[in-house]
């Protein structure tokens, strides 16, 4: 951080070689969010799992490349390479050959590698998204309640409570397991994945939003904030445009480390069967077929479950560092 | 010093020409009241009120400084913050050039907002961390819709420079400059809009001493060229000193006493006032001087709540004149006509046994 010389006394303007000096430097101030951005990349394990998230990204858009890269495709049976007699897939480790990199599922004989590539177009998305609308909503009722304060503030924390204190599995479950085949003017697939990113968005904001509150709370009580009411500022203008900058960072962290909690919360309801279906791969509908065999093939757990594990600690890793880089006061 | 946007010498000589005697007021406060009201329990009754200020009267004149001193807590800010209507007064009439500004809604209120300006304590806070200086001494503009006929970002780097910063600084964030500089660019922001009347809020208190005086003589040095009214809130009784024209002294939400200057530094007339000026450090207390002389008046106890004041004169509980009168009449702020050392009309005193 450059302190900048005390320039000029009483009025005076700078002298004319402080005025050079002044002119050799940089003249483009450093935001805060570059500082935070050198220091977290200096937080090599931060960075790793920021890399890691980048490359899952990267995977999941680039999941048909992937796919014809190994020659398979996620949903063609292949029963030749189920062992007839023993039902378990031909070969060592699940069915791990030159041809199917991860093995193959049971009972069809489905290539795994290319129904993960797949079903992180899924996992992601699906999470991505409905943490977008969770974030949405979150910002904008804890802006709202934490400027505002008095019976507004009551009413919408007292949502909040609310929305936390249920019991949202067993809600989503029935939500979703009564769930027409079409509906809203969209069907199957697209319906399932639409209701799943309302569901989850719809049970996650509360978390954003008394984050945002409180915070809000306190940067409303700084002098800054009296310093545009005092120009005549407008509610709006003092909420998106003095409050809302200072909001981005945690907004930032708490959106990172609510990827990784709607990807598992995804993958419950799919492996509890009211999310994404056969045929579709879904990491949470592939656990929900391995479970009926892993006792013979354990593989075909794993590797979903592994998908899971460092899509989630991925996140997490790179969410603590970017909370640390913002602010590197907090405690751990 | 660039002064393209104000013409500065008609400005201040207007200035000079208003702060005569008979002028009339930029800004006037009669009667005015700030209480918070306390609420407690399931229905937030409301069971009782942090009487903050409690009736102040003064006016301020165009051009001049009102110095505004009192210990932490007697409402001095409040105040600051009533004439600027952060807050909305709950008595009383705040009249700016003669319009009554007490409960205007926010709407009618903007476009006052240019003539009536705030500098804040806290150089640190007062400045949005995540904005650039350009945009922070840019947004009076923005806000109020105004237009600068060489465009804003020239308006704000001749404003930087106005108050002794560079003009380069316009891209730098709040972080990269000292408290000094903050204060420098809060100033900078206040007299953006060209205001008649800023109020300062303990601008100087958070700042290092050697810087202090940089910033005091900066405030000088705008109201010679601008014509500025100041309303200069401080607890530092050397400070208002240097700047005032006129010094109001509050105790507990109340003017105890209100003269010019030098009248009230030389000849205080009420024993809080002169509690406070025997407080002042002596530079050089080995002087034998006739300032060295002088009786230090020590007052014991504490301020008392402001929820529940003391009846009558709310110094008299820490009072040492104080007697069975002070306890049951409140004593009006007014001019002292009769008694052995009659006051000027400018000098008024709200004690019974004035001095």
């Known amino acids: 951080m450059t302190l900048i010389e005390e320039a000029g006394v009483g009025g005076i303007p700078p002298q004319p070689e402080e005025l050079a000096v002044a002119a050799r430097r940089e003249i483009e101030g450093r935001s805060l969010g570059r500082i935070a ?25 680039f999941a048909p490349q992937l796919s014809s890269l190994e020659g398979q495709d996620p949903n063609s049976l292949n029963g030749t390479l189920i062992d007839p007699n023993y039902s378990t897939p031909i070969g060592g480790m699940g069915g ?55 019976w507004i503030d009551n009413v919408l924390s007292r949502l909040m409570d609310l929305m936390l204190a249920f019991p949202v599995l067993l809600l989503s479950i029935s939500i979703l397991g009564v769930l027409p085949n079409t509906a809203f003017g969209l069907s199957g697939n697209s319906l399932r994945i639409a209701l799943l990113i309302v569901v989850i968005g719809f049970f996650s904001w509360p978390y954003i939003g008394r984050i945002v509150r409180g915070q809000t709370i306190a940067l409303r009580e700084r002098e800054f904030v009296d310093a545009a009411r005092s120009l005549g500022a407008s509610p709006f203008r003092i909420i998106f445009k003095e409050i809302l900058p ?38 949470g509908a592939m656990i929900n077929a391995a479970i009926q065999t892993f006792q013979i093939d354990p593989e075909f757990l794993i590797v979903p479950g592994m998908a899971i594990f460092i899509t989630v600690l991925a996140f997490n890793l790179f969410g603590d560092g970017l909370r640390d880089a913002f602010d590197p006061k907090a405690s751990r | ?38 609420r407690r329990g399931l229905l937030r009754r409301t069971v009782g009120a942090v009487r903050a200020v409690d009736g102040v009267d003064f006016e301020v004149r165009p051009g ?10 007697c409402g001095k800010s409040t105040t600051g913050r009533l004439l600027t209507r952060l807050l909305e007064p709950t008595g009383g009439t705040v009249k700016f050039e003669g319009r009554d500004i007490t409960h205007m809604k926010p709407g009618e209120l903007r476009p006052l907002r240019r003539d009536i300006q705030m500098v804040f304590q806290d150089p640190q ?27 804003t970002k020239r308006a704000v780097q001749d404003l930087l420079a106005l108050v002794g910063l560079s003009p380069e ?29 800023v109020v300062a809020d303990e601008p100087v208190s958070a700042l290092d001493v050697s810087i202090q005086a940089q910033v005091v003589n900066l405030f000088e040095d705008l109201q010679a060229e601008l014509g500025l009214a100041y309303v200069f809130i401080a607890h530092d009784l050397s400070v208002v000193r240097h700047i005032s024209d006129r010094v109001a002294v509050m105790y507990l939400g109340k003017i105890v006493e209100i003269a010019n200057r030098d009248d009230l530094y030389s000849s205080a007339r009420h024993p809080y006032t002169q509690a406070l000026l025997s407080a002042v450090p002596i530079p050089d207390p080995d002087r034998k001087g006739e300032e060295a002389k002088r009786e230090r008046i020590l007052l014991t106890g504490d301020v008392p709540s402001p929820i529940n004041p003391p009846s ?44």
Not at chain 1, 42 to 60: E, S, T, W
Not at chain 1, 120 to 135: H, K
Not at chain 1, 141 to 147: L, P, S
């Open chain 1, 37 to 61: 951005w050198d220091r977290l990349k200096r937080d090599k394990v931060a960075m790793a799992g920021g890399v890691l998230v980048i490359l899952l990204i990267l995977m999941a858009i």
């Open chain 2, 169 to 197: 600084h316009y891209n730098r964030y709040p972080h990269e400059f000292s408290g000094g500089q903050r204060q420098r660019i809060g100033i900078a922001r206040a007299l953006a809009l060209k205001p008649k009347l």
């Open chain 1, 96 to 150: 791990i050959s030159a041809h199917h990199w991860l093995g193959v599922d049971l009972p069809n004989g489905r290539d795994i590698f290319s129904r993960i590539v797949y079903g992180a177009r899924y996992s992601l998305g699906i999470a991505g998204v409905s943490t977008l609308v969770a974030i949405v909503f979150g910002v904008v009722i804890g802006m709202i309640a934490g400027y505002f304060g008095g």
């Open chain 1, 246 to 283: 200072n909001l981005l960072a945690p907004i930032v962290v708490y959106a990172t480390l609510l990827i990784p909690a709607n990807i598992l919360f995804e993958a419950a309801l799919s492996y509890l069967g009211v999310g994404m279906r056969e045929p579709t791969s879904s990491w």
């Open chain 2, 312 to 355: 009558g004169c709310r110094f008299r509980t820490r009072c040492w004149k104080a007697q069975e009168i002070c306890s049951t009449q409140e004593p009006p702020l007014v001019q002292l006509t009769s008694g052995p050392r009659p006051t000027g009309a400018d000098h008024k005193v709200a004690c019974h046994f004035p001095d």
């Open chain 2, 1 to 38: 010093m660039s002064t393209d946007n104000y013409s500065s010498a008609t400005v201040a000589d207007a200035g000079r020409a208003a702060s005569g005697a008979a002028s009339e007021p930029l800004l006037s406060a009669t009667g005015v009241q700030m209480h918070f009201p306390i």
């Open chain 2, 125 to 151: 806070s007062s400045l949005n961390p995540r904005h650039t200086i350009g945009s922070i001494v840019g947004a009076p503009f923005e806000i109020q819709g105004i237009k600068s006929p060489n465009g």
């Open chain 2, 64 to 73: 001049e400084t009102l110095g505004l001193v009192g210990e932490s807590g």
